[in-house]
């Protein structure tokens, strides 16, 4: 049992110092999209729709530090509908 054990933790610590020689990014970007609708269950309130999109820039001082930026922007549609009395 102890050499199985032995054996196991010897090849975590192989793969590990492997992940440590990974390079990092840098700089990252990314987009996005997203929408939302509310409609209502009753004829007299309103439905929300929300179309939205964004984006993000991260820099990468080191494997383990960095900053982020994230930027998102939301546009509304409203809609009422009404029912005759």
């Known amino acids: 049992m102890n050499i199985t054990k032995s054996i196991v933790f010897g090849a975590v610590l192989l793969f590990g110092l492997s992940a440590l020689a990974q ?4 700089i990252e970007v990314a987009v996005d999209y997203s929408y939302a609708c509310y409609a209502a269950s009753h004829a007299y309130t309103s439905s ?12 990468n001082f080191t ?22 009395p």
């Open 48 to 59: 929300y729709s929300l179309n939205g999109a964004g984006g993000s820039v991260d820099f």
């Open 63 to 84: 494997p383990h530090l960095g900053i982020k930026m994230d930027l998102q922007g939301y546009g509304s549609n409203t809609q009422r509908f009404t029912a005759a």
């Open 23 to 26: 390079d990092f990014p840098k």
